[in-house]
């Protein structure tokens, strides 16, 4: 089973797809965690990328489907996987549809964490303090958010034409979150 979940920047995302991926024994695939380690590492795709990243931009599609297809070409991924932090671009979508379908098989279920604007930038800034991400500065913060609702947020009604985007409360404690994914889910 191939599980989205797709959220504005500070929607618990990568939280919700940790507990799923645990629940479901599924490996989890993040481009945002792929993309710190890169540029942690200093491989020549870290610096050409941390630009981008540090100002809360969009790190272009020609270094991103690389990693996507290598992601999902996994053995481990063959059987299912959660996707977090992608596809964020209409051309990444049609990457992990493409490479889906020749697998035969699909994204079986979208699950968009509904948050209103105010709890993100809330969330991120409170993150801010604790991680220190370079990304949760005010003004990437702002950036990351218009980014969003520009380029992913269309994505939701690409996906929801098939009837598999499901709309989650994202406020609430992480285990209420959790719950209402697991009814939806059915597991
Ligand atoms: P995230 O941890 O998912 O909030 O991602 C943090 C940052 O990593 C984003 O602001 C982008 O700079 C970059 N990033 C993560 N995933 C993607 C993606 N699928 N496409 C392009 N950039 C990404």
Redesign the pocket.
Known sequence: MFILILGA??SG??TQGKILAERLGLPKI???????GAMRDGTPIGLE?KK??????????S??LG??KDELDRPEAKDGAIL??????AA?AELVDRTLAQRGQRLNHILLLDVTEDELVRRMSQRAQVEG?P?DTPD?IR??LQ?YQRDTAPLIAHYAQRGIVHRVPGTGSVDQISEAIKRIIGR
Do not use: N, S, W
């Open positions: 920047p500070g995302k990568g993040t481009t945002g965690d792929l993309i710190r990328v981008y990243y540090d100002e809360g931009k969009l790190v272009p599609d270094v991103v990693m996507i977090d932090g992608f596809p964020r671009t990444q991400r990304d990437a950036t990351r980014v």
